[in-house]
């Protein structure tokens, strides 16, 4: 059996599995969010919503969706939001509940971007979200089409990179760790990331090397689309690259952390019990 046919026996036949445990993520994020005063009913809604260029943004604007979610109806929706990824998280055999999660969570994603003023990237639960939407049969090819997303997503970003210039210009790391971390080098703390900043923004040519291997560890991930064999180091090089990022620039999303799992040995693993035999790419 080919990959891909591996991968999708393996998603199929185990959606109480896959749902449990990637709902069971995203209560956990959704309950972090929640500490953090960042649900609909605790944000508000800034009056100079930003929808830039997208149509999805100017859709919203355009049918008054933001206008609608706020006071007590903000409350319900978190309420349901949180409730309906907590339903299918516990009964993972059914799909009614991912389905009303997914459309909540989209709205979320969409209204918390045009209040925060940014679009952020932290897509990672709208991506995997949207492979529950479909019934068992087809799950296995939703969740791999989630996988070509993620490595999609990483491939074109260091595209964007090369194509822009960004790859040769030897002090744009230096700009990024400058202007992500003002807060860390001017409050005049002794910290080992402080100090390890400093000494990449005191040697440009070392700052440079790393962003130049950055790019290249976005771009491996050009590999996942033909084959499966390399999955392994792609999990680890997207953990290598996350530390990289919040490191230097202080870039981190809690939400993208589940973008690995839906890798060849993620999988492999949460498809795993005594009784089913576990396969093998080749």
């Not at 490595?151 to 822009?164: P, Q, Y």
Request: proline share 3%.
């Amino acid at each position: 059996m080919q990959h891909s046919e591996l991968y999708n026996e393996l998603v199929s036949k185990n959606r109480g599995r896959f749902q449990r445990f990637f709902f069971a993520a995203f209560f956990v994020i959704l309950l972090y969010k929640l500490c953090a005063a960042l649900l609909i009913s605790q944000v508000g809604m800034n009056p100079i919503r930003y929808q830039e260029i997208d149509p999805t943004y100017w859709l919203f604007m355009i049918a008054g969706i933001p206008g609608r979610i706020t006071g007590a109806v903000a409350i319900v929706f978190d309420i349901v939001l949180l409730g309906s990824c907590l339903a299918s998280a516990v009964f993972p055999k059914q799909r009614l509940t991912a389905v009303i999660f997914f459309c909540c969570y989209f709205l979320y994603f969409v209204l918390f971007n045009m209040t925060a003023g940014h679009h952020y990237a932290n897509i990672a639960i709208v991506v995997i979200g949207f492979a529950f939407l479909f019934k068992d049969k087809f799950l296995g090819f939703a969740v791999q089409f989630s996988r070509f997303a993620f490595l999609f997503i990483m491939c074109s970003a260091a595209l964007w990179k090369i194509t822009r210039g960004n790859l040769v210009y030897p002090h744009q790391l230096e700009m990024i760790m400058l202007s992500h971390n003002a807060g860390i080098l001017t409050a005049g703390h002794y910290s080992l990331k402080e100090q390890i900043i400093k000494w990449f923004i005191q040697h440009p040519a070392w700052s440079h090397a790393v962003w130049v291997l950055l790019i290249a560890m976005e771009f491996s991930f050009i590999a996942g689309f033909f084959t499966m064999k390399l999955d392994k180091l792609l999990f680890i090089i997207y953990f290598l690259f996350v530390i990289g990022g919040w490191l230097l620039a202080g870039i981190f999303a809690i939400e993208n952390l589940l973008f690995p799992f839906l890798l060849y040995p993620a999988v492999q693993f949460i498809a795993r019990n005594r009784n089913q035999k576990t396969y093998r790419p080749v």
